[in-house]
């Protein structure tokens, strides 16, 4: 089993920045994705950011230039830097980790952007 706690979220005024972090616990074996998803109210999740295994990165077109994902393999943790936040980033920002058989969610860090 694979834990996930992520951390970071809170209520900032637009043009501000957070950081995310996602910390993996558990029957880790090996890793082939890592990533961020959102979810506003009313709204389905979407993916924002993910980090494969071999480092390479992708983004939502609404994130480029803003948001940046990295990942410290020594500390089994995934981060999200969110820069220059806009309200309509306000949403739950949940991790998934994508390992060799299952996927795994986190439960998610709420993130407000007020104008």
């Known amino acids: 089993q694979v834990q996930l706690v992520e951390s970071g979220g809170g209520l900032v005024q637009a043009g501000g920045s957070l950081r995310l972090s996602c910390v993996a616990s558990?029957?880790?074996?090996?890793?082939?994705?890592l990533g961020w998803y959102r979810q506003a109210p009313g709204k389905q999740r979407e993916s924002v950011a993910s980090?494969?295994?071999?480092?390479?990165?992708n983004y939502a077109d609404a994130v480029k230039g803003r948001f940046t994902i990295s990942r410290d393999n020594a500390k089994n943790t995934v981060y999200l830097q969110m820069n220059s936040l806009k309200p309509e980033d306000t949403a739950v920002y949940y991790c998934?980790?994508?390992?060799?058989?299952?996927?795994?969610w986190g439960r998610g860090t709420q993130v407000t952007v007020s104008s």
């Open positions: 998934r980790l994508i390992g060799p058989i299952y996927g795994y």
């Open positions: 980090i494969i295994s071999g480092g390479r990165t």
């Open positions: 558990g029957s880790i074996s090996s890793i082939n994705a």
